[in-house]
């Protein structure tokens, strides 16, 4: 499979601490590809250099054959790379509709994208003049999600999306997932193993910031001896 997004020999500083110790990763074209790692192994240090939000002080990022390590974040996001963070990123005090808005290119939408979020997420369309702070946490990572998805987005970089929502909403976010997996490719930092094993085509495990695995899903949710050894603990537990 052709890679949408390359990273090479990848190094990231915060401050004083060395943090991305030389990543490398393809993250092929189409469907859901995640990344694995115990706390603190790098993988929000990943999804954020990436972003533009922290700089690489060494290493190589491409996106779609373009070198974008140096760019602004604004100028990755128009690419069409989007990012939803651990802690959602939504503007509390502005309705569902302002927030969507926000994220879109003129601040007006299209009406199939508009109708395909309202598909996916029905509690963006009920609560549509609420104001974001107000919603519960299922509906406020649902709309994080979907400010995502307003505009056309080659690559979605997801972390941590079913951090503390109910198993009914995190069964509502695998269908969606898929929905929007078909035309979008998503990489996806995620602790809760069952949901990635729901998802994932392919993983990647990261480790005191280097890539110590990669390979199928499949595979791995298959080797419980190989889980052990890279996270030490059974993902199944998870």
Not at 98 to 122: I, Q, Y
Not at 161 to 178: E, Q, V
Request: charged share 25%; hydrophobic share 45%.
């Amino acid at each position: 499979m052709n890679a949408i997004l390359r990273l090479d020999d990848v190094h990231t500083d915060i401050g004083q601490y060395h943090i991305l110790h030389g990543v490398s990763l393809d993250v092929p074209e189409g469907g859901v590809h995640v990344l694995l790692g115990r706390n603190g192994a790098g993988k929000t240090t990943t999804l954020r250099t990436i972003m533009g939000l922290w700089r690489a002080r060494r290493g190589t990022i491409i996106f779609r054959e373009r070198v974008i390590t140096a760019m602004r974040t604004p100028d990755i996001s128009r690419l069409g790379i989007a990012y939803v963070p651990e802690n959602m990123g939504i503007f509390g005090g502005l309705t569902i509709e302002e927030n969507m808005r926000l994220a879109t290119a003129n601040g007006s939408f299209d009406k199939g994208r508009l109708d395909r979020v309202m598909a996916l997420f029905p509690a963006m369309e009920k609560f549509w003049g609420k104001q974001a702070y107000a919603l519960s946490g299922g509906q406020k990572q649902m709309l994080a999600i979907s400010r995502a998805i307003i505009e056309k987005r080659d690559v979605i970089l997801i972390d941590e999306p079913t951090k503390g929502l109910a198993p009914s909403i995190i069964r509502a976010m695998i269908d969606a997932f898929r929905d929007i997996a078909r035309d979008t490719t998503i990489l996806l930092v995620e602790q809760n193993f069952l949901f990635a094993k729901a998802l994932g085509s392919t993983v990647a495990v990261i480790d005191d910031g280097r890539i110590v695995h990669r390979g199928g899903m499949a595979e791995l949710a298959a080797d419980t001896a190989l889980q052990t050894r890279l996270l030490s603990l059974s993902l199944e537990a998870h």
